[in-house]
């Protein structure tokens, strides 16, 4: 079974079943489309005059809803976080909604002010991320949900933002143009925040404790505390350094809200350009290396799992890939590649996820108590 396209389904609105002039593009079978790992596919589309995706009905109040939620919990809990990287004090609030929790942020204005400096920022780099991808679903006329707030009751307080795309992606570069514009848009809207939230950040020397003194400290002294503290990746690092220069040993930086927000913004920017299944880099690399993909991802998977030994979090992450699928589904048109100009940006996301990426995103720094 072999055939035409009538119009490249890259471009907008682009697809087979509308009616336009005959054109022989990409070149026909056996190296079309409709070709995938298992031989050939054979898809059935509407007659002719038939739109083959509906538009969607903006859920408006729903996204609201689901902000207005998120902006809650991030604010009373990116407080609790702020409050427990500081390097000199103890607090005896825990980053999950309670009574003592509520109590603590929104009884205090100060505290208050910590996590609204962190949710607008935090939440904006998160929005910009989505818009990335919503906004270019729309310059292809793929349906897609509005940006949606996930907000839960612990942690940072929000699990992040999606949008679900009802249309099947109809070629490569389509692909790699809706998993791009996501961690590129939210990377540059955290950039700001980054550089302003670091310079008034402040170095401050802190007396942290090995494993072998901690049973020490709890003897001798009134026992021991445990600060979290944001990890490292390469774009906090050269940040630190630009206005604070070399931090000297026993040091810690106390991250202002815009930088903790910042620093938030970048691991979600490196945990969804891992190069796996349906995230943004999987979408990234299958748009780059076609099928070679399948190949690549029990290796790639591996590879995570062994991050997993510094860090615990990442092996929840495999399993979510894992549930997720490692390869990625092919798409309608396999045959057209990447231009000049989509490879070059291919190689500025690996820049990014290389700048974002921590292998131990929070630390523990155990220090003594008077």
């Known amino acids: 079974m072999k055939g035409e396209y009538l119009q490249p389904p890259d471009e907008p609105g682009g697809d087979p079943s509308n009616r336009q002039p005959p054109q022989r593009w ?36 729903l996204a609201a809803v689901l902000l207005l939620l998120t902006l809650g919990t991030t604010t009373t809990l990116g407080a609790v976080w702020s409050l427990w990287a500081h390097p000199t004090r103890m607090v005896d609030v825990f980053p999950w909604l309670s009574p003592n929790t509520l109590r603590t942020v929104w009884g205090d204005p100060a505290i208050l002010r910590l996590g609204l400096s962190f949710a607008l920022p935090a939440l904006f780099i998160l929005l910009c991320h989505e818009l990335g991808h919503y906004l270019t679903c729309r310059h292809y006329r ?11 009751p612990l942690g940072i307080g929000t699990l992040g933002a999606y949008i679900r795309i009802r ?18 848009a939210g990377f540059v809207a955290l950039l ?21 003194q901690i049973e020490a400290a709890g ?22 350094r630009l206005f604070h220069g070399p ?48 190949r690549l991802a029990l290796p790639l998977w591996l590879g995570l799992g062994l991050a997993g030994l510094y860090w615990p979090g990442w092996l929840l992450w495999c399993l979510i890939v ?23 940006l291919a190689w500025v996301a690996l820049a990014v996820f290389v700048l974002s990426f921590m292998p131990v995103p929070v630390r523990e720094i155990f220090v003594a108590l008077p």
């Open 26 to 61: 990409p070149p026909p079978w056996p190296a079309g489309p409709l070709r995938s790992s298992g031989g050939p596919v054979i898809e059935l589309l509407p007659p002719p005059g038939q739109h083959v995706e509906q538009p969607l009905r903006p859920r408006w109040g």
């Open 142 to 152: 793929l349906p897609a949900t509005l940006p949606r707030f996930l907000p839960v």
């Open 167 to 184: 249309s099947p992606i109809h070629s490569r570069r389509q692909l790699f143009d809706v998993g791009i514009a996501g961690p590129l």
């Open 192 to 212: 700001p925040f980054l550089l302003i939230g670091v310079a008034l950040s402040r170095p401050v020397p802190v007396a942290a404790l090995d494993p072998a």
């Open 219 to 240: 003897d001798a002294t009134g026992g021991f505390g445990m600060l979290l503290a944001p990890g490292h990746c390469l774009a906090l690092q050269l940040a630190t």
């Open 247 to 294: 931090l000297p040993a026993g040091t810690v930086l106390h991250l202002h809200p815009f930088a903790l927000a910042a620093w938030f913004g970048l691991l979600v920017t490196a945990m969804n350009l891992l190069p796996l299944g349906q995230l943004d880099g999987g979408h990234v690399l299958y748009a780059v290396a076609g099928p070679l993909q399948r």
């Open 322 to 344: 894992l549930l997720m699928g490692l390869r990625h589904p092919p798409v309608r048109d396999e045959a057209t590649p990447l231009d000049r100009g989509r490879r070059v």
